[in-house]
């Protein structure tokens, strides 16, 4: 069985400060870990994937992420938080199969 | 422009009336895949398919039923068994399994 576990289904920062988006998984097997964006009415956009390359990964719009195995964790990160960041942050992962399986989402806020 | 397009991006039907979402793809993927989401509760598979003429049961299958006679083609049959229909449904692609998922732009239903 595979899991993702998201901790905090809402965040708030102040625009320009450190975001951080936490993001835990469970897998019997090496996952593949994607973090996806979602604007309102919208679907998801990629914005990063990890699969087993280098654990340190960039994506688009300044983001990036970390594989740690030894903590089971993928958090999101970006140094400075800009008002269009303001969206849902989806964590998910494949591993054993085809299936995609998602967390239950962050809410981003970004405050002046 | 390859990518997944889903219609009606709106849909209202009264209840008891089975509804049929469109998701057509022109990006070349063997997989498909069906999700319902609700607020606070992320993505949950309904149904996915690896190939034409097969699919799968995903999480929340029961009131939904699929077809996949083309490879471009994924439709989703909300029917009338399914006990609270009203969401925001998203079709994805991808390559094959622990692959990256493209999306949809999402359909929202609502059953009145």
């Known amino acids: 069985a595979q899991s993702v576990t998201q901790l905090g289904s809402h965040v708030s920062v102040s625009e320009g400060a450190l975001v951080l988006l936490r993001c835990n998984y469970s897998s019997s097997v090496p996952p593949y870990l994607f973090w996806y964006v979602q604007y309102p009415n919208q679907g998801l956009q990629l914005l990063l994937k990890?699969?087993?390359?280098?654990?340190l990964v960039k994506g688009i719009n300044g983001f990036e992420a970390e594989f740690k195995k030894s903590e089971t964790s993928f958090h999101l990160t970006k140094p400075s938080a800009h008002m269009s960041d303001a969206a849902e942050y989806f964590c998910?992962?494949?591993?054993?199969?085809?299936?995609?399986?998602f967390g239950t989402g962050t809410q981003l806020k970004v405050e002046l | 422009d390859g990518g997944i397009t889903q219609s009606p991006k709106y849909l209202f039907r009264k209840e008891g009336q089975n509804v049929t979402l469109s998701c057509e793809q022109n990006l070349n993927h063997d997989a498909m895949y069906w999700y319902r989401q609700d607020p606070g509760q992320g993505l949950r598979l309904i149904y996915y398919?690896?190939?034409?003429?097969?699919?799968q049961k995903g999480d929340i299958a029961e009131g939904y039923s699929v077809s996949r006679e083309k490879k471009e083609s994924f439709p989703l049959t909300v029917t009338s068994a399914q006990k609270n229909p009203t969401a925001f449904y998203l079709c994805?692609?991808?390559?094959?399994?622990?692959?990256?998922?493209?999306f949809g732009q999402g359909t929202r239903l609502t059953v009145v």
């Open positions: 398919s690896q190939i034409v003429n097969d699919f």
């Open positions: 994805a692609s991808s390559i094959e399994g622990y692959t990256e998922a493209f």
């Open positions: 990890y699969t087993s390359a280098a654990t």
């Open positions: 998910a992962l494949t591993g054993g199969g085809n299936k995609l399986t």
